[in-house]
Every structure is written in C-alpha cells, then in structure tokens.
C-alpha cells in the first residue's frame, strides 16, 4: 500500500512523532505504555516488513530483560519479595518497574526509528533550516555520514579482496594492519570528498546573507484538517499528562490501575490518533 502519510507536510509528520513521543516517553503509566508500545510496533511492521522488525526486537529486547533483572538488584524498594540475594529482597515492585521502563525505552526507540523512515533529511533541514540553519545542516549531515562512511568501508574491503587481499589469511597483526590501512584509506577518501562538498556549497551560495531557499512542500487543506483532528485528539489526553492524571505508584506499594472516565477517554484517545497514519493511507492522498 502507497505510503500517503509520508507525502504530507513534514510539520504534520513531525507534530504526529512528537506527541506519539511524548506520551511514550513522559509517563510511566503501563496501560498507556502498553499502547504505545503495541502502535509502535505494529507501525513499525507496517513500514519496514515483519522481517526487519524482528531484527529491532533483537535490539530492544535485550534492553527489557536488562531492565527487569538488573534494577532490582540495585533497588530493593517495595513490600512483596519474591526471594532474598545476600539478605537483599528482590521485590516484586522493582520487577515491575523495570519492566514498564524497558516498555518505555522500547517505544521510544520504535517511534523514533519509524520517524527516520517518514522524515527524511531534505524534511529535517526544511524544518529546522530557517530557524537553525548550521545546526541542521551539521545534523543532517552527520545523519548521512554514518551510512556513507560505513558502504566506503565496505567498497574499500571488497577492493582489497578483489586484488588478493584476504583479511581471513592473513595473522592477527597482519589483520590489524590491514584494518589500519582500510581506515587510511577511508579518512584520505572522505576528506577528499569534504573538499568537493565544500566547493560545491560555495558555488551554491552557502554562507551569502539573505539567502532564499526552494522547497516542494505545500501546506494544503489536508495537511490542515489533519494537524485539526491530531490537536482535537490529543489536546484532552495531553492536559491529562500534564495534570498527572496518568500517575501511577510502585513504591512501596503498587498502585497502577489508576482508571477513571478521564483516563478510559484518554487511551482511547491516544488509540485512535495513532492510527492517524493508517487512516491517511487508507483514504489517499488526495
């Protein structure tokens, strides 16, 4: 299915991962928590393919069983012990709490991670540019840099290889050597490079005040009505946030079904407005 979310405005995009982030990122509340790991995911399966989403989980997984085992062994907070280690309580609490934070840091990345495959860099430098212009050109950038250095890495290997050169028979020192020379040999190729790049945005203008700047993006009636709907959906869950009416308790004692009217509304709020993005494919772009 054509991906029509990302063919919004990038404000809309941006606004969208910001409040989806928000919720993940400043609440420690597991139902909401829960939601947003599940819309994440489900998100990120949506645009990548369930074969690299199993390769994220081998990343984020490790992160909630760290949570869950290593904080209990530094906090021994809570009433329920579940069995004692050199006379500390491995409290059920602190179990819990871990869990809920690796749930937060595994949402977090998720969305994060589906926010690079809808806000590209030519989106990043439109919407920071204006405001701050070298900041986004440097992140932008360092964005692109990491890949590229890592593809030259590799041409330069297969290079080597492709004129005898086999890491794999050669001895330890021998390989270290070489491992040198390919980051050289790197370094030599991407300076090179940075000299061209800097010609390149001279003759451009960069660095002229009162430069103008071209850009395709157009802020049209849908963008409008959807920046309304996700303001309209959130405004209620986002004063809950911030009057900690998604406040929940682990210590000493757990108290986390905190569900009244305002929360029920609330979830099924954030629910709905993460599915914005299924929404927007499923009518068009138009």
Known sequence: MENNFSKLHPLSNIVFFIFMIIFSMFTMNPILVGI????????????????????????????????????????????????????????????????????????????????????????FLYLTGRLFPTLALIVSMSFRMIPLFIRRYREIGEAQYG?????????????????IKKVSILISWSLENSV????????RGYGVRRRSSFHLYQFKKKDAIF???????????????VTNGFKVYFFPEMDLLKVGIKQVISYCLIGIAGTLPFIVDLTGSK
């Open 163 to 179: 004129i005898g050169r086999n890491p794999k028979d050669m001895k330890a020192i021998n390989r270290f050597k070489f491992t």
């Open 196 to 203: 061209n790049t800097t010609m390149s945005m001279e003759s």
């Open 36 to 123: 947003m790991l599940l819309e994440s995911y489900v998100y990120f399966i949506y645009l990548n393919g369930f074969r690299s989403s199993k390769k994220l989980l081998f990343l984020v997984i490790p992160i909630l069983i760290f949570s869950c085992i290593i904080i209990p062994f530094f906090s021994h907070n809570g009433v329920t012990p579940l069995f004692y280690i050199n006379d500390m309580p491995f409290t059920l609490e602190t179990v819990i709490f871990g869990l809920v934070t690796g749930g937060v840091l595994m949402s977090v990345i998720m969305w994060l991670q589906t926010a690079t495959n809808i806000i590209d860099n030519e989106k």
């Open 227 to 241: 920046m309304i709907v996700i303001f309209a959906l959130l405004i209620f869950p986002f004063i809950t946030l």
